[in-house]
C-alpha cells in the first residue's frame, strides 16, 4: 500500500515532464508582420491582452464617448492588413492572416467582425465626400448589410 503514493508521484513527475517536452516542440503560431516598427503594447502583452484592450475600448468609447486611438479596433486592421496583388486590401481575419492566424491556433473564434469591418476604410477624395462626412470622421465602421 505504501508504495501506491509513490508510484503516483512518480507517474505525475513523469506525466508533468512528458507535457512540457511536448510543449516545447509545439510550433508557436507565426502571423504576418504588421506594418510598425512596434505595436502600441509589447508582443508577449498583445498576445495575452488584447481582448482586454479592445473591450475597455469599446466600453470607453460606447459608454462614455471617449475616442482615442491605441486600442482601437481601427488602429489594429490599419496596421495589421495586408494588400493581395491587385492593391486591394485582405480580410484581417482571412484565411493565414493577422487575426485568423493565432485564433484558429488557439481555436478561439473572433466575433468582433460580425459587426465590423475586416478591412481598413478606402479613403474617398474629398470631392467624394459629402458635407457631413467632412465634417466629422467616425473613427470605427460598422458593416450594414440590407
Not at 92 to 97: H, M, P, Q, T, Y
Not at 112 to 136: D, I, N
Request: glycine share 6%; hydrophobic share 35%.
Amino acid at each position: 500500500m505504501r508504495a501506491a503514493p509513490a508510484v503516483l508521484s512518480w507517474t505525475l513527475i513523469c506525466a508533468t515532464g512528458w507535457m512540457a517536452l511536448a510543449a516545447a516542440d509545439t510550433p508557436m503560431p507565426t502571423p504576418p508582420r504588421g506594418k510598425g516598427e512596434q505595436c502600441v503594447e509589447a508582443t508577449d502583452v498583445m498576445r495575452r491582452d488584447h481582448m482586454r484592450f479592445l473591450t475597455h475600448q469599446r466600453d470607453e468609447t460606447m459608454h462614455r464617448g471617449i475616442r482615442t486611438q491605441k486600442h482601437s479596433l481601427v488602429e489594429c486592421l490599419e496596421c495589421h492588413t495586408r494588400k493581395d496583388t491587385q492593391g486591394q486590401f485582405l480580410p484581417v481575419n482571412a484565411e493565414g492572416e493577422f487575426c485568423d492566424v493565432c485564433h484558429d491556433y488557439s481555436g478561439v473564434t473572433m466575433d468582433c467582425f460580425e459587426c465590423h469591418a475586416t478591412t481598413p476604410r478606402q479613403p474617398k477624395p474629398a470631392s467624394a465626400r459629402s458635407s457631413a462626412e467632412l465634417g466629422s470622421d467616425i473613427s470605427f465602421r460598422l458593416r450594414i448589410t440590407p
